[in-house]
């Protein structure tokens, strides 16, 4: 009895201490390769066509979110989920070190292959990664309590991205005038990232499981999974707003895959700039993450919800100020660059708020034969929402053939940001889940 009792803090420790350095690790290497920043920046070298831009900033969202709803199938009601987590994490992460080797021996060449290539990396990456952060989710909903999950990943996140200015400025050296030549300097990029994941995963390793309770176990397995998800679905209303607020918000993604390719093309800005945007969206994590941390530990989930909502509502309004007013960016271009750092900025923060944020307001309000299933369900529709910026390709290259560029950013930012107004206020109306509580 003394040594089980014994145990169990030494245990909670160690895996504090795992996540925090999971979450610090991952972040890191997460840091080299921001979808808005760096893979869309990658793909404008390669291609001029909007809509196979917005693919490959949509692949990295999409490919995470959509198969969830498969993975939460692979681990609702399992005993024991670390495998889920490890096996997939060690096949995924190895396609960002492929993918560096592609650029080395191909020169990138031709062009519009090594766009495909690079959507196939981010896709295998993420769809392996979708279902160890299933796994992932469901093991810390039992291994830590509400505080310590606040506490624990957001210093993790606020060291991670602390961490991750180095990140941004390696890549803002390798792509400088005088940095490597091309694509060797993005194949650097990607190998940082991959030694990221690849420490992260060894981190991994020496998480320690609190496996599922029996009884949860055999509550899971009552009736099927599809089921469990009508269930849900019909019986939980605060759900089904949280479902809707997400979706809403969550169409900014269509907005953030073009804010880079908008003011790079507006004022004609160096390469270089990339990596200045890189290291906004990584400062904008830092300081976003600090609030978040906080706003969680004191107020729980949903606070940390209002605050993210609001940022994703200020981001393509000021997108769209910009864009409605062309002197804007003619007579103040430093102006215009000051108020794109910030939605990037803007933009890095919301990033780091999905753990403390929605999701963990989820996992929190979940029962837990269902917490895989809400998760899942939660992610998956975010996936679909996801697929928004490649709509907002098409819609920009039909909008430019008829009344022309400026026009098609002036709408879509402008709806976009309506809908995340909508968005936000709906969040304000959601009811505080219990803040601490026993780890089931």
């Known amino acids: 009895m003394t040594t089980t009792t014994q145990a169990a803090p030494l245990d909670a420790r160690r895996n504090i201490l795992v996540y925090m350095g999971d979450t610090i690790a991952f972040l890191t290497g997460l840091s080299f390769i921001p979808a808005t920043t760096v893979l869309v920046g990658l793909a404008s070298r390669l291609t001029g066509d909007k809509a196979l831009i917005g ?26 989920q670390k495998p889920y987590l490890v096996i997939p994490s060690i096949i995924g992460r190895q396609m960002m070190l492929v993918f560096a080797l592609w ?29 160890a952060g299933i796994s992932w989710f469901d093991m810390m909903s039992r291994n830590l309590t509400p505080r310590q999950r606040g506490r624990t990943i957001g210093l993790g996140q606020l060291i991670g991205s602390i961490a991750g200015i180095g990140s941004g400025l390696i890549v803002e050296r390798l792509l400088a005038p005088g940095g490597l030549p091309f694509p060797l300097n993005y194949a ?34 009552e009736g099927s ?16 707003r949280l479902l809707l607020s997400r979706i809403l918000t969550g169409l900014e993604n269509m907005t953030a895959a073009f804010y880079v390719v908008f003011i790079t093309n507006r004022l004609s800005l160096p390469d270089s700039a990339i990596g200045v945007f890189s290291v906004a969206f990584i400062v904008g994590g830092i300081l976003g993450v600090a609030l978040f941390r906080v706003l969680a530990e004191r107020y729980g989930a949903r606070r940390v919800i209002h605050a993210a909502t609001l940022l994703q509502f200020s981001a ?38 999905a753990i403390l944020g929605f999701s963990g307001y989820t996992i929190d309000r979940a029962p837990a034969r269902r917490r895989a299933i809400y998760v899942g369900v939660f992610n998956t529709l975010g996936g679909v929402v996801a697929l928004s910026p490649v709509v907002g390709g098409f819609f ?45």
């Not at 999974?225 to 089904?240: C, G, M, N, P, Q």
């Open 188 to 221: 650097v990029i990607f190998v940082c990232a991959w030694i990221g994941f690849m420490a992260s995963l060894v981190i991994i390793l020496f998480l320690r499981e609190n496996p599922m309770s029996e009884e949860t176990v055999k509550q899971s397995h």
């Open 316 to 353: 393509p309004l000021l997108a769209c100020i910009v864009a409605i007013y062309p002197p804007l960016a003619q007579a103040s271009p430093g102006l215009a660059y000051a108020i794109f750092i910030v939605i990037l900025a803007s933009n890095g923060a919301v990033g780091r708020s």
């Open 55 to 80: 693919t490959v900033a949509m692949s990295w969202s999409v490919s995470w979110l959509i198969p969830q709803l498969v993975a939460a199938r692979l681990v609702h009601g399992k005993h024991r």
């Open 103 to 131: 650029l080395v021996f191909s020169g990138a060449a031709p062009a519009l292959l090594t766009v495909w290539v690079l959507i196939a990396a981010v896709v295998v990456f993420n769809i392996c990664d979708a279902i």
């Open 225 to 240: 999974f599809f089921t469990h998800i009508r269930e849900a679905l019909r019986s939980d209303e605060v759900y089904r």
């Open 396 to 440: 920009l290259d039909a909008v430019a053939r008829s009344l022309g560029e400026s026009t098609g950013y002036v709408l879509m930012f402008g709806a976009v940001a309506l809908c995340a107004g909508i968005g936000a206020l709906i969040s304000f109306g959601l009811p505080q889940p219990q803040k601490d509580g026993a780890i089931v």
